[in-house]
């Protein structure tokens, strides 16, 4: 068989001077797109940052929120907590570095409340008190604590969804309501022990 040779016209008043240029022009095209998205990247960054700390500022609103009734709102359910502690950052004696953080932790002889806040709880935050639960539980361990540890999930705005996956995942749901907080309790719910 007989091979196929196509020929390509080019137009007759190409030169190498007007392809060299063209391709200059292309490469300075180039640059100034990568310019622009170096900009862009770093505009996404600072955007990235300055929503993080507004989320953290939501946080701390929603702690501020929660944690001057939350005892009492817990002694009134027949808790009888003692003691409350905020913002624990708590370390292995083995290890500087921190070993878990803790929102608000509830007290007395038998039981303690790790509770997490949340502006607008996740399933991703839900899922992290349970990772802190179990840290709490092996630390409470090492120290001969025999106490129930159980936990609670506390948020400003809450779906329907979370609320039903904080509750089967064996967490107490505090909400706001107004200038107070609500534990919301449904029939039948027994609280994860650990």
């Known amino acids: 068989m007989a091979e196929t040779i196509t020929q390509i016209d080019y137009p007759k008043d190409i030169t190498f001077e ?3 240029a063209a391709f200059m022009e292309d490469r300075e095209q180039i640059r100034e797109l990568k310019e622009q998205m170096k900009e862009t990247d770093r505009q996404m ?10 989320g953290n500022r939501f946080g701390e609103l929603a702690e501020h929120l929660v944690s001057p009734g939350i005892m009492n709102k817990f002694n009134e359910m027949g808790f009888n907590f003692s003691e409350q502690s905020l913002d624990l950052k708590m370390r292995d004696a083995n290890n500087p570095n921190i070993y878990t ?6 007290e007395n002889g038998d039981i303690v409340i790790a509770v997490e806040v949340k502006a607008k709880p996740s399933q991703e935050d839900i899922d992290d ?6 840290a709490l539980r092996k630390r409470a361990d ?7 540890y159980q936990g609670a999930i506390a948020g400003a705005i809450m779906s329907e969804s ?3 996956y904080i509750h089967k995942t064996g967490f107490y749901v505090i909400e706001q309501t107004g200038d107070t907080v609500r534990i919301n309790i449904p029939e039948n719910f027994v609280p994860m022990d650990w």
């Open 45 to 54: 960054k600072e955007t990235d940052r300055i929503i993080g700390k507004l």
């Open 162 to 164: 979370v609320r039903n």
């Open 142 to 148: 090492r120290r001969n604590d025999t106490r129930k």
């Open 129 to 134: 008190h349970v990772e802190r639960m179990a």
């Open 18 to 20: 007007k392809v060299w």
């Open 101 to 106: 953080e803790v929102d608000i932790l509830l």
